[in-house]
């Protein structure tokens, strides 16, 4: 009898870890297992994202760069944003770009209660296919906390969760195009996937401009080296294999210094997915 309590707290310590495990993902080093669920696509692309829109003051301004720029990408929404500005959600899908789920609100689903992440996002899954008529392919947890309730839920609405490869730290206060320009260029390589976002509903207010002032140089190193820009639909993303290949990198990372926290999360050579745990292998 004196062992129930024992074996009752090592049950629930069980599930606990089963449901914050898949969070691990947002880890480099982690991502790095897994090139798939990265966003590491095909040598000669990189994927362009968007989080947290669409947002009426900002992501015209982004649909308008991305137009004059004559590139397309791939805007991850919050449900409640497009609830209130479906007709911005009409014009974001008709001008070629995809429109992908990023939850209803832009909450951490290791603290949310239970039920609510994976109502969430079979909501904003519906809600993108009623508005644009394209049923969603991708799902991106806020944060990148990527739940197990999270990762059946987006299984379950057909959807694919993606993190990324690279992101320009755009979502502070002292974001300019050049932070965000230097916080991806060690991850700027064919096969990469970069995170930005063309709304603060979630960051400092206007940092979103830094964002938007560093497209036209990102693009342009981009096609200088040879690379195509667009959403992760073109991007061949990889399942768990063939992530040991070296890409072409456009900056030397060793010349870049990056403000902020050191680690890149760009950082996708040398993954060996051979040796990937099956656990783990099953989330790519």
């Known amino acids: 009898m004196s062992e129930a309590p024992g074996r009752a707290a090592l049950a629930v310590a069980g599930l606990a870890l089963l ?14 297992l897994l090139p798939g669920l990265a966003g590491v696509g095909t040598p000669g692309h990189v994927a362009l994202t968007f ?12 649909l308008d760069e991305l137009a004059r720029l004559g590139c397309r990408a791939t805007f991850f929404v919050l449900g409640e944003m497009l609830e209130r500005h479906p007709g911005l959600g009409r014009r974001v ?7 992908a789920v990023h939850g209803w609100h832009h909450g951490n689903a290791l603290v949310t209660p239970p039920g609510r992440t994976a109502a969430g996002i079979g909501r904003t899954a519906r809600l993108v296919a009623d508005v644009t008529g394209v049923r969603p392919s991708w799902y991106r947890p806020p944060y990148g906390a990527l739940s197990a ?28 195009p050049s932070s965000v320009l230097a916080a991806l260029a060690p991850g700027l ?4 996937t970069l995170l ?21 140089e990102l693009v342009g190193r981009c096609r200088s080296a040879g690379l195509r820009v667009g959403p992760l ?47 783990l292998e099953r989330l790519s």
């Open 19 to 32: 449901h914050v495990g898949p969070a691990a993902t947002w880890l480099p080093a982690v991502r790095r």
């Open 51 to 62: 989080d947290d829109g669409p947002d009426p003051h900002s992501t015209p301004r982004f």
């Open 93 to 99: 899908a008709a001008d070629g770009h995809e429109i």
């Open 149 to 176: 309730e999270a990762l059946v839920a987006a299984r379950a609405s057909g959807l694919r969760p993606v993190l990324w490869t690279a992101w320009g730290r755009d979502w502070t206060r002292s974001a300019t």
């Open 189 to 192: 390589r064919g096969g990469a």
């Open 196 to 216: 930005l976002h063309d709304s603060d509903r979630t960051s400092a207010p206007g940092s979103w401009r830094s964002g938007l002032g560093a497209l036209p």
């Open 233 to 279: 639909r073109d991007h061949g993303v990889s399942g768990s294999g063939g992530a040991g290949r070296r890409r072409p990198v456009l900056h030397d990372p060793s010349e870049t210094t990056v403000p902020g926290d050191a680690v890149h999360a760009g950082d996708t050579d040398g993954a060996d997915a051979e040796n990937t745990p099956d656990f």
